[in-house]
């Protein structure tokens, strides 16, 4: 999940509000629980935004005259505590999530390949077994409407004749 529609109500820095969005979409949201719920705003029934096709994150930060104010993640409030940007979640709960598992195959000159391994990095937003498994069923379902495009093409064919 991503940041894709930034409204501005009050921009008084020195940077312009496309640099701001720019930089603001590029920080990565925490996903793993919502992102086979929710659904494309496009593909929504609502006429705006509903709970099921977005989060609204608010970031209202103002700085003291004559000083310069960081604006960080830490600003961030969003309506969803399942969607928060991935450097605002508690690491002790991810603690030992990502220790790297030393997985190699014992190599053998002769023997046939069986199995292949390979390794996933992530910057956070979605767990590495959830990429693999929502892109295993991206490619199965497109695979199957190949399947059936290709059955109907087919049929069509065998009428034509
Ligand atoms: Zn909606």
Redesign the pocket.
């Known amino acids: 999940m991503a940041i894709d529609w930034i409204q501005f109500e009050a921009n008084s820095t020195v940077l312009f509000d496309e640099f701001l969005a720019h930089r603001i979409g590029l920080i990565p949201l925490t996903s793993d629980e919502v992102v086979d719920k929710m659904?494309y705003?496009r593909d929504?029934?609502?006429t705006d935004?509903?709970q099921?096709?977005?989060v609204e994150i608010t970031l209202d930060v103002k700085g003291t005259e004559g000083s310069t104010r960081q604006v960080t993640t830490a600003g961030m409030v969003t309506s969803d505590s399942r969607v928060v940007p991935v450097t605002s979640r508690r690491c002790d709960a991810d603690a030992g999530e990502y220790d790297e598992i030393d997985h190699e195959a014992p190599f053998q000159w002769d023997a046939k390949p069986n199995k292949f391994f390979f390794n996933i990095e992530t910057c956070g937003s979605l767990r590495p077994e959830n990429i693999v498994i929502h892109g295993i069923a991206a490619l199965k379902k497109k695979l199957s409407d190949l399947q059936m495009s290709l059955s109907q093409e087919f049929q069509n064919d065998a009428l034509a004749i």
Request: charged share 10%.
């Open positions: 659904v705003s929504c029934t609502c935004f509903c099921d096709c977005s």
